[in-house]
């Protein structure tokens, strides 16, 4: 398939400006994609929606260059990331799922020398706070890239040659634009998606909740309770999420739309403090898989691709991890060197990826809904019954209603292994646990930090494109590089000696992709260096179990 041509209008355009969308937008601008981005909304989104960016979003963060800015954002480092079950919160907590704080995670991290956490913490901030610093960067910061909100698609046709595309400017004026590739991440309701006539499976409309936005200027500074993140209501399934100022915040509930939530909302506080409702929106959480992720040059990322419920925190994490796959493919087509199983390998890896982050917030919400069931059995009685029942209720929360907060393999362990980007070591599956990370070197895993003997992070040695790593400090890399050199692919070579990290990665030479996970891995460089340079680049016929 042509990648681009003079032709264009733009290499790609991108459907939707979430999160999903914006962080493509900046990937493809940096890696000399002229891209650009249309967004019906004539602003990006005022109110919360997810509030969590997980350990391995902020790694992305980090290579794009913004972490900083994101944290800067959202909780300050030393704020307690606990999750709280409480009666009211002017009085102590009823059980505490304890979490690090972002300066306690980083000291962690600092100390780890077994490739078991990530580079980068979490960081709590909401997404209606961190879309204007991502369209800032999008917009005024990125080159190739052409940034028009308050501008709609509203038809699109694909050839052979490419997709033009119809949008609707703000002044009601039509646009016809050519490019080669298109991609939707224009949401659940994606108008990309249900043009090409891609079908959503598993469970639609599970609960009905209402989400009321509010905010108080003091009652975070002012509460009893235990300073953290979340906070559930024994006798109900309510919950209050505060945000990254910790003035804003989301309260979820099944109760009417007619509630006075103001009161309601008092009445949990348990003191007199500033507050005021915002909005009520309504909403019905889904776990949707798209049937395919890809028709000929058009591409679904995001929740056009996949429906996530938040438990767990995998829906906007989910489509961050979309974007930063697909852009490295389609500017390796845009730009010449990338073959046809490139774009390809997109659908290949990153659909497992959604069906599997969709089972696990299934069982973490499944586990939400343990804990629900016995959410009103809080009692006040001293006596022996009183005591059992609010122990069942504590182990139900701790346990059951946990599963939501500690899915650290999903974040940050999903392998690859099987696509046909990867060259295949017998017995390497695609398989990873949701509540542990497995760190190890097997290729299709993002590669494991680990400290360097300089104190320096791995990562942030590796290129923005390939990396062939040389751990030995010496192996005579002339093969590989030639081979890509033959591809016009970008390669750099990055050579250290660094036993530790040969001994924990079992092997001495790894070809890292552009998205820091492994296709290759060896002690010496293969005679068939050429054939394991065409699987990454697209140009091979890769291994398909």
């Not at 293969?526 to 680049?537: E, F, M, N, W």
């Amino acid at each position: 398939m042509p990648g681009t041509n003079d032709t264009f209008d733009f290499d790609v355009i991108v459907v939707g400006a979430g999160p999903t969308g914006l962080t493509l937008t900046i990937d493809l601008g940096r890696r000399g994609v002229r891209c650009l981005i249309v967004e019906r909304e004539p602003t990006p989104a005022p109110w919360p929606k997810m509030d969590r960016s997980n350990a391995r979003t902020m790694e992305i963060y980090r290579r794009i260059g913004i972490a900083d800015r994101v944290r800067a954002l959202g909780y300050p480092a030393d704020n307690p990331m606990d999750i709280v079950l409480a009666k009211t919160l002017n009085e102590p907590a009823v059980a505490v799922q304890e979490f690090p704080s972002v300066a306690e995670r980083r000291d962690q991290i600092a100390a780890c020398s077994d490739g078991g956490l990530p580079l980068e913490p979490y960081q709590l901030v909401s997404q209606n706070t961190i879309e204007p610093l991502l369209r800032d960067v999008a917009e005024h910061e990125t080159p190739n890239t052409t940034v028009r909100y308050a501008t709609e698609l509203i038809d699109f046709k694909q050839d052979t040659d490419g997709v033009s595309v119809v949008v609707l400017d703000a002044a009601g004026e039509e646009h016809t634009y050519r490019c080669a590739f298109l991609v939707g991440a224009d949401g659940g309701a994606s108008t990309v998606r249900k043009k090409l006539g891609i079908k959503l499976q598993g469970r639609a409309a599970i609960r009905e909740i209402r989400q009321v936005i509010c905010r108080s200027e003091d009652m975070y500074e002012r509460m009893v309770i235990t300073k953290g993140r979340h906070y559930h209501f024994v006798g109900s399934d309510d919950g209050l999420v505060v945000h990254g100022d910790r003035k804003e915040m989301s309260y979820g509930t099944s109760l009417p739309e007619d509630t006075d939530f103001e009161s309601h909302i008092r009445g949990l506080i348990g003191f007199d403090c500033d507050l005021e409702i915002l909005t009520v929106n309504t909403w019905r959480p889904h776990l949707l898989l798209a049937d395919s992720y890809r028709d000929g040059r058009v591409f679904l990322a995001g929740d056009a691709a996949h429906l996530v419920i938040p438990t767990g925190g995998l829906g906007m994490n989910t489509g961050i991890g979309d974007a930063i796959d697909l852009s490295w493919k389609l500017a390796g087509v845009v730009n010449g060197w990338g073959g046809e199983g490139l774009l390809n390998g997109y659908e290949l890896e990153r659909r497992p990826v959604g069906r599997r982050n969709i089972e696990a917030s299934g069982w973490a919400t499944d586990g939400a809904a343990l804990y629900r069931q016995i959410s009103s059995t809080y009692v006040e009685s001293e006596g022996e019954a009183g005591k059992a029942a609010r122990e069942r209720l504590v182990d139900s929360f701790l346990n059951d209603h946990g599963r939501m907060h500690g899915m650290v393999g999903v974040e940050t362990c999903y392998s690859y292994a099987g696509s046909p980007l990867v060259v295949h070591e017998p017995g390497n599956v695609p398989f990873w646990e949701f509540s542990r990370i497995e760190p190890h070197g097997r290729p299709g895993i993002r590669i494991p930090h680990m400290w360097l003997k300089d104190g320096s992070p791995l990562q942030d040695s590796l290129g923005l494109d390939y990396t062939l790593l040389d751990l030995t400090g010496g192996a005579d890399t002339s093969v590989f590089e030639e081979a890509f050199r033959s591809l016009a692919a970008p390669l750099l070579v990055v050579r250290m000696d660094e036993p530790q990290l040969r001994d924990f990665y079992n092997g001495s030479l790894f070809l890292i992709r552009p998205d820091l996970h492994i296709a290759w891995r060896g002690d010496v460089v293969p005679s068939d260096a050429g054939a394991v340079a065409d699987i990454a680049t697209g140009h091979g016929a890769g291994y398909r179990p």
